[in-house]
Structures are given as structure tokens and as C-alpha cells.
């Protein structure tokens, strides 16, 4: 089993992700949502990850960019190139200003372009402390099993295909899709993989994963309906990361129900709220 979290004053603390970066504050997936999670002490990033037309990963969770960008149409069917020339920040209103924060990670000012997940790894691997990123592979897609490729090709380049104690990051890999977390186990049998899961199922009401699945990921409103799901997942030997966590009582749930990682756009309140009820980092 993963190491479930930081250690608070009871010997516990479950992990805190930053969703899509510190996505309350910040544009979702741009970097500066992401170096301000860093910033936050959160323990770790999730993003979702697409391939475009010319077999790049980047940082999107929709299929469209039309929601969060300047641009229009489909990640799939546009190169790198093409995705880079559109704003992917400005539809967000500025955050007040006392949380606008000039960065620029090298030379380049860095708010509002689109993000690779290349990007991203660099970034967590310079945070200077260990982080973990969650990478959600989203389906269904045009390039099906393409996307895992690609992506497990990039982690065996960063030497991230398998866990490593020494090593201060560390990758976990997440889909709601089953064959697309089947193929991670496959081709990478040590690397973590989250089942992420939305829905009330025969097999999840006994904590029963696919084949290949070692976390599980509910959403945190399932767990409002069905919170034995953590025991019974717990019983089997599955760590249990939630999605996504943004408000005092979810957090309260979550905490009592005794998760091993909290997914949120919010991951500085989610620290702050662990403290209060005594869970340190």
C-alpha cells in the first residue's frame, strides 16, 4: 500500500492535491495555478492530460478549448503550435489583488499559456521539496490507447514509470476509464493507478476495483451517499483519494471518514482547515 499522508499529532494526515493547480484562484491548468499550489504547501498537482494532433500532452480537461481559452475547437484535431497561440487565462476574472503574485519560471512569463504536462513535471521537479502529480487520462478520445503511450513514453523519460523511494517526485496515474487504467498496469505494473469512480456500481459497493486498480477515487458526493465505501476500499487494501473537496464539510467528511488524499481547487484552505482540527503537516 502507498504511504497514505503526512503525519499530524494522531500519526495521520491525509495528502492534499492541488486540482488542476489552485484552480479557485487561478485559471485551472495554467502554471500559475500550479506554482501557486507549490507555494501553499500542497503535497501534490493533478491535472488532466489530452494528446494533440501532432502527439503532444497538455494540460486540458476539456475536450474543447472553447471554455477556457480564447480559441475554439477540438485539442485533437490542433497541433501544439496552433493550441499556443490562444490565452488560456484571461476568461478567469483576476483573483483580488492581494493574490496576484508576477511570476516567471526561467525567462518566460508564464500566465495564460497553455501547459504541457513536460512543463509540469519540470516544475514539480524543481519545487525543491517532494511532490506527487496525479495524471488523469481523459476518454473517450479520438487516439484511444494513444494517450497512455505517450504519456508512459514521457514518464520512462523522466525515470518515473515506477516508484522510487530516493526520488522526490513521484507519479500517480488516474482515469474514470478502465481499459485506459488496465493499459497503465500493463505496460508499468509498479506505477500507482487510481480507479476514478462517479457512480454506485455492484463492484464498488463492496470496495472492489478492476484488475490493475490499486487507489480508489470517489467523488466526494458519492461518499455523502455511501461513506461505508472508504471502510470496505480500505479493507482491501486500496488507498482512497477524493475529488473534489472544496468546502468545510467535505473536508470534515473526509477527515472523518479517514481518506488518504484530498483533492481540491482550494488546497491552502484544505491545509489550513486540517490544521484547525489538528492534523499537522
Request: proline share 7%; net charge neutral.
Amino acid at each position: 500500500m502507498l504511504p497514505a499522508s503526512s503525519e499530524g499529532a494522531d500519526g495521520w494526515r491525509p495528502l492534499v492535491f492541488a486540482h488542476r493547480g489552485s484552480s479557485r484562484t487561478h485559471a485551472e491548468h495554467t502554471l500559475d495555478a500550479y506554482l501557486l499550489a507549490i507555494e501553499e504547501g500542497a503535497d501534490g498537482l493533478e491535472c488532466d492530460v489530452r494528446l494533440t494532433r501532432d502527439g503532444h500532452l497538455v494540460c486540458l480537461h476539456d475536450s474543447r478549448i472553447d471554455r477556457t481559452s480564447d480559441g475554439r475547437g477540438r485539442v485533437s484535431t490542433q497541433t501544439l503550435a496552433e493550441l499556443d497561440r490562444f490565452d488560456f487565462a484571461s476568461w478567469r476574472a483576476d483573483p483580488p489583488n492581494e493574490l496576484i503574485v508576477e511570476r516567471s519560471h526561467g525567462d518566460e512569463r508564464v500566465r495564460g499559456r497553455l501547459l504541457t504536462l513536460d512543463r509540469l513535471l519540470g516544475v514539480a521537479t524543481d519545487a525543491g521539496r517532494p511532490m506527487r502529480v496525479l495524471i488523469e487520462t481523459k476518454h473517450p478520445v479520438r487516439y484511444g490507447g494513444a494517450v497512455e503511450a505517450a504519456l508512459l513514453r514521457l514518464l520512462r523519460r523522466y525515470g518515473l514509470d515506477r516508484p522510487d523511494p530516493e526520488r522526490p517526485l513521484q507519479v500517480t496515474v488516474m482515469s474514470f476509464s478502465t481499459n485506459a487504467v488496465k493499459r497503465v498496469h500493463q505496460q508499468a505494473p509498479n506505477l500507482p493507478t487510481v480507479m476514478l469512480i462517479d457512480v454506485w456500481s455492484v463492484p464498488s459497493r463492496i470496495g472492489r476495483l478492476p484488475p490493475g486498480s490499486s487507489i480508489g477515487g470517489p467523488g466526494v458526493q458519492l461518499l455523502r451517499a455511501a461513506p461505508e465505501l472508504v471502510d470496505r476500499l480500505h479493507r482491501r487494501g486500496h488507498p482512497v483519494y477524493v475529488w473534489t473537496v472544496n468546502e468545510p464539510d467535505e473536508v470534515d467528511l473526509v477527515v472523518k471518514l479517514r481518506v488518504d488524499g484530498i483533492i481540491s481547487d482550494r488546497p491552502a484552505y484544505v491545509i489550513d482547515r486540517l490544521r484547525e482540527l489538528g492534523h499537522r503537516a
